[in-house]
């Protein structure tokens, strides 16, 4: 069998190591055990080859022999359809699992990745743009602590939703922005102390620090 190749930059800048999104596939290869190797291209001057993979010239994308796959959650799907301990083999099951997968990116992200720069940027001023995002994420990070009050995973067992799901909440908890949400707070600290995630961060911590 031939291992499976995930491509991520050779380097980036500090602040986003540890949360670029090849740690989400990183995490899913090592919780199914599938062999993987990592390459590299660079942060900068993206080329052609590049772009034929990711046509926005971003990080990451898989390949597995000629097929090759961008967008992260598009890769978790295809990891989970490979592995039963990505995601359940029942019909039922594994539309409870899409669903959540969708949701994480759909309806978590697109409220958290613009909260998120503008905490990056420092720009939280009380101006109406941050009032406007800060609210929207408070109104997604109300109904998940109702959803995961009383429960361990999102769908039975940890699947690929709770990957993603954990990442995109994990972003927030960075800034302290689960401090009043501790179904939440905890979910992220049960996933994030599987040894998956433990080494999927080592890992990509380890990678960049290499380019340094």
Known sequence: ?????????????????????????????????????????????????????????????LTDGDLSIFESGAMLLYLGERSEALMPVDPHGRSEV???????????????????????????????????????????????ETVLTGREWLVGAFSIADILMADVLRLVDRFDGLAAYPACRDYVARATARPSFVKAHADQMAHFAAAD
């Not at 949360?19 to 090592?30: G, N, P």
């Open 98 to 144: 899409k669903q959540w997968l969708f949701a994480a990116l759909a309806s978590v992200e697109a409220a958290s990745q613009p909260w998120s720069f503008f905490k990056f940027s420092g720009d939280t001023g009380e101006t109406p743009m941050w009032k406007f995002f800060d609210d929207f994420l408070i109104l997604r990070l109300k109904h998940m």
């Open 1 to 61: 069998m031939t291992d499976l190749i995930l491509t991520t930059f050779h380097w980036v800048p500090e602040t986003p190591r540890g949360y670029v999104r090849d740690i989400r596939v990183r995490w899913a290869l090592e919780e199914a055990g599938l062999p993987y190797r990592v390459n590299s291209v660079p942060f900068r001057d993206r080329d052609a080859e590049h772009f034929s993979h990711q046509p926005f010239g971003q990080v990451p994308w």
